[in-house]
Nanobody, 125 residues
Framework: QVQLVESGGGLVRTGGSLRLSCAAA????????MGWFRQAPGKEREFVAA????????LYAGSVKDRSTISRDNAKNTVYLQLNSLKPEDTAVYYC??????????????????WGQGTQVTVSS
């Protein structure tokens, strides 16, 4: 079992920045993928960024690639998502997730087994 707790969301103005955190507890193995997804009201869940616990490989959605950085602190079992130059269209609930069978970072939500409760990010214009 893996428990995930996100934090760091909030209300920010266009152009601002936020750093989201995802603290993982339970059996965290070096072969796990860690991802961030988001879901806006009335829209489907979409991939944002992912990394792999063992490798340094990362993946980003095109919509955030030049404005975000995913990183991790293995000692703290925590994954971060730095979001810069935020836009109103970034407004969503952001979820972190763990994929226990993924061979690398993945943008496919069905490859993730555990999900956090989400943290709200609201960007005002």
């Amino acid at each position: 079992q893996v428990q995930l707790v996100e934090s760091g969301g909030g209300l920010v103005r266009t152009g601002g920045s936020l750093r989201l955190s995802c603290a993982a507890a339970g059996h965290i193995f070096s072969s796990y993928a860690m991802g961030w997804f988001r879901q806006a009201p009335g829209k489907e869940r979409e991939f944002v960024a992912a990394t792999h616990w063992r490798s340094f490989r990362t993946l980003y959605a095109g919509s955030v690639k030049d404005r975000s950085t995913i990183s991790r602190d293995n000692a703290k079992n925590t994954v971060y998502l730095q979001l810069n130059s935020l836009k109103p269209e970034d407004t969503a609930v952001y979820y972190c997730a763990v994929g226990t069978s993924a061979l690398g970072p993945s943008r496919i939500w069905s490859e993730y087994d555990y999900w956090g409760q989400g943290t709200q990010v609201t960007v005002s214009s």
